[in-house]
Each structure stands twice: as C-alpha cells, then as structure tokens.
C-alpha cells in the first residue's frame, strides 16, 4: 500500500498502514497544511482500495478537517476531548521518577509497556506506529521514565513540535506503576522541553471516557477546547458507509 506523502492536487495526506496491517491504513492531513476537501479525500481512499487496502483509519481531526472525510463517506468512530496548554506557568514536580533519552535498544521495552497500558487494541501502538509519531511532527522527543535501577521502562511519552504549536502525543504508564508522579514528571518534562524551543502552545488528546488522563491534564495546566477531535473510520468496499472495527 501507499506509504508516505500522499500528493492529490494541492491537498497533502499522510498515509501509513495500521498497526502493521496491509488492510488498515491510517492517514491524517498535515499540520499547517491546507484542509483536504472530498475530492481528495474520495481519491485517497479510491487508491487505497487499488491495492488491497479494506478499510480506513483517520488520526484525530478536528472539526474544519472532519468536514471532507465526513462528506467522503467517513463516519465517527471515536470522539475526544482536546486540551491546550500555553506554557505560561508550569508546575514543579519532585521527588519524581528517573528520566532519560530513549535508545533504539528501547523500542521493545516500550511497545510491551504500550499494550499494556491501553485496554482497547484499537489505541495500542506497534513498531510502526510509534515511528509514526515520532515522525508526525518536524522534531520530537521520546522520554522514558525508569525503575530504580534505572533499566526497567515504566512509562514513556512522545512530544513534538512543529514551529511555534506542540503536541503530547503519547503518554503510557505502566499499570502497576500508575499514582506515583510518573505520568505527571514526563508531561511537565515535555512542555518544559518546548518552552525552551520557543512553542507557545500545546495540544493533547484523550479518550472522552478516560477521566483520569483528563484530571492530570487539567492538574498540569491544560484547558479543554469547546471543539474537540474525533477519529473517523471507513470501508473501501461495497458497503463504505459501514464503518470497520480496526
């Protein structure tokens, strides 16, 4: 399948396959991009279906972007809160646990931690979808957080940044470790990584179920948005307005 920059006109997609699959593809418009219309949209999927592709996945769109999926024949699979941060008073965090600079070596220890973090399949990463969102912004950060001895991975966040606007775009615990300042030293770590580069504000998203991400959030600082995002799903075949279970 099409994987990469997707090129349709003046409309620029992003399209990888879905936690490894050949018949799932994931594609999200490009930040700071021009929002892709229906056309577009009904293209990207048209050349998706040529090579086997089944179903579609978006990332999490807001409203301006949902419009061309949505008229394309996209229908809501997931809906979340979105939450901003302007980076203007952070909170201190000590007695914290270790943090450091993840490896390549790391890579396995993470992914394990991911699945178990996440109850629904749907939201847990694999290796490509890590890369992912490593690659999603111009830089990004993967942090992890470490037993004490420093070897075992008990939590991990992926931040990035593309100009003056930053994304925390992953943040996994490991369960037996959740309540012990793990989740809150990697965000206040990442936003304190993106002051230092200038960003003047922060965005993150979470499941509208997920109450506990949306209390730490709003601990740190971040303000949930009236818009909200949602991640919209279809099929490629016959039956495209009946939307797959990925």
Excluded: K
Excluded at 117 to 139: I, M, N, V, Y
Excluded at 164 to 188: D, E, F
Aim: positive net charge; proline residues 6%; glycine residues 10%.
């Amino acid at each position: 399948m099409t994987s990469g920059l997707l090129r349709l006109g003046v409309d620029r997609l992003r399209v990888v396959p879905w936690h490894g699959s050949g018949g799932t593809a994931l594609v999200a418009p490009l930040p700071d991009a021009p929002t892709p219309g229906a056309d577009a949209v009904r293209r990207c999927v048209d050349l998706l279906a040529a090579q086997g592709v089944a179903h579609v996945v978006t990332a999490a769109l807001t409203q301006p972007e949902q419009a061309g999926f949505l008229a394309a024949g996209f229908e809501v699979r997931e809906r979340l809160h979105l939450l901003a941060h302007d980076l203007g008073a952070l909170p201190e965090v000590t007695g914290g646990p270790r943090l450091r600079r993840a490896h390549r070596r790391d890579r396995p220890a993470i992914l394990a931690l991911d699945q178990l973090a996440f109850d629904d399949q749907f939201w847990r990463l694999d290796e490509q979808g890590l890369a992912d969102a490593l690659a999603a912004t111009a830089s990004s950060r993967l942090r992890l957080a470490t037993g004490a001895g420093g070897d075992d991975v008990v939590g991990y966040a992926v931040t990035g940044r593309s100009g003056a606007r930053g994304y925390l775009q992953r943040l996994a615990v490991h369960p037996a470790h959740r309540r012990l300042g793990i989740a809150s030293a990697l965000v206040v770590d990442g936003l304190r990584w993106l002051r230092r580069h200038n960003v003047e504000r922060v965005v993150v998203n979470t499941q509208r179920g997920n109450a506990a991400a949306l209390a730490l959030y709003e601990r740190i600082g971040f303000r949930r948005q009236p818009e909200g995002l949602a991640v919209l799903v279809r099929s490629t075949g016959p039956d495209a307005g009946t939307h797959p279970a990925p």
